[in-house]
Structures are given as structure tokens and as C-alpha cells.
């Protein structure tokens, strides 16, 4: 019998092992398909992803905030509901530099106020340790109606966020205490219901739920803000919702209409190239996070919370709560 020499048996393996690990790797590093927010009547409503790819989802239904680890399939608690009286949470977004979650907290408003019900419970703009989930900051919306709704933080630290019951953008300023008007009403089309807020460069993106418009607000030296301008764009966007910034000059939307779609929208001066990369989103596109080259479109199913009128029927129970994979490519 012929032996084979033990340096080759060594070489075999070590090629083993190589590849075992590069495979292991290749696993580990491959997105999942879809990630599972589990439990019942989570109803989430923003997502966002840190710099380790980790992906946050705010849930309005259980005033918490989930976080699914780099890689995994399924989220987990990471702001436990009731954490420093955490309400129902709408717009998430992760600030690595300053090693931030910030989350808009209110009381969700579809619908008038039903007889007997308290108060609304004032919008709050809440800041959260990125790693830990720990709370840092509670700073709240200097006037009533408001629906903080989304969040997006500038080149020079400074948050700002959507309300959109006040059809404003608010600004709380890099070290402050509290916010202030950064954009107001006037500047916008009545009953705008602004939502998704990006930025890119020197300029603040916001779009607007109700009117199915995207404006365009320049950042000043001083850090005011310019006049807002619509962007006008070359395929009508209808109910735009969560919107993130990708790349240096294009935005990825997600719109409620025509069953739910997602688009890379191309941004030239105030003019906006849009591409749809993706449709068929029926329980209600909400939000959009990137991790690497991979977009999860985030479905709420907020038809579920709304109560059924006297003698009708019922929503249907929800689904799974999940964020879907795309490929997107590089910016």
C-alpha cells in the first residue's frame, strides 16, 4: 500500500480548515432574507442600521424599540417598553458619531379623539446609547398638536425631526436642550403631513405624506435654514413614508401606493430622477434601512390599529411583523 507523505496530509489539511473558515465567513457575512420582529401587535413603524449593521425597529404597538445583532434573522428587545416613559415609537435613527438612537415618541394619531380618552401624551424627541440601549436625553416638541415622526442628523451634529401634525421640521442643535423651529409651517403645502427627512450635503430632504411632494431645504453657513423648495421629480410619488439618504445625491423611498413600492430617487439641483427598484409590498411599506448593499423594506401593517367603525367588521389579525431584503447595489 502506498503512503501518501505527511506534508501533503498537512497541506490537505490546512486547505480544509481554509476553507471551512472562508465559507463560515461567507455564511455569516450573507444578509438574511427577511428579519422576524417577533410578538403581537408590534405595529412598527421606522427602522434604521448602525455602523456594525445592525438594524433598529421602533414599534408603535409595544412603545419599544427592537434591534436585530449584525447578521441575524430575528430582533430582539433592546429599549424595553416603559424605559423612561417611552410612548409609542415612530421614526428611529442610528448617529454613529456621536454614538446615538434617536426615536420620535408620541401618541399615535389616526383618527379623531375618542370620547373620554386623555390628552394626547406630547411629542418627545428621545436620545438613546447606541450600544447600550441606555437613555440619555428627552427633549419635547415645543408646541401641541405634534407627531414627531422622523429623524435625520446633519454634518454638524445637529438632529432634526419631523412633526406632522405641526407640518414643521424642528431642530435640536448639536450640545442644546431643547428644540426649536428650524423650518415652519408656512413653508410647506397646507396639511403637507411631513414624514421621511434625509440629508445630503448641505441640504435637509424632507417628503410629505399627504401632499405626495418632496422639498428640499438648503443648510445654511450659520446653521439656519434655507428656503424650502419642491423637488420636482420625473414619476409622481404618491404616499411617500421612510426615506433614507444613499450615496451623496440619491435617496431610497418607500410609498405606500400602488401596492408598495421601493425607488431610488436621483437628486440633480431640485429636480429627482425616480427608479423603482422593487413593488409588491401590501401590508403597508413604512420605512427603509441599508446595510452594505442590501435595503430592508420595513412593513407596519397599520391598518390593524385602526378601530373598526360602529358595526363593521374588524381588521384582520396582522401578520408577522418583518423587513424584507433587496438588493441595491452600491450608492
Partial sequence: MNRIPSRHLRMTAACLVSFAVT???AQAASPPA???IPGEKIF??????GPDGSVYFGSIGQKMIFRAKPGAATAE???????DNLQSVFGVFADAKSNTLYACSGTPAFGPPQPGAPPPTPATLRAFDLKTGAPKGTYAFPSAPSLCNDIAVGPDGSAYATDTLGNQVLRLKKGAKELDVWVAKDSFAPNAALDGISVLGKRVIVNALGAGKLYSVPLEADGKAGKAEEITLD?????PDGMRSFGKSSLLLVDAANGGELSKITLTDN???????KTGYSDGPVAVAVVGTTAYVLEGQLSGMRRAPAGGAEAPPPKPFKATA???GKP
Avoid: H
Avoid at 429636480?271 to 427598484?277: L, N, P, Q
Fill in 23 to 25: 465559507a463560515s465567513l
Fill in 34 to 36: 427577511e428579519i422576524v
Fill in 44 to 49: 412598527p413603524e421606522s427602522t434604521t442600521s
Fill in 77 to 83: 428587545s433592546f429599549v424595553a417598553a416603559g424605559t
Fill in 235 to 239: 414619476k409622481a410619488v404618491q404616499r
Fill in 271 to 277: 429636480t429627482g430622477k425616480v427608479d423603482t427598484i
Fill in 326 to 328: 433587496v438588493e441595491v
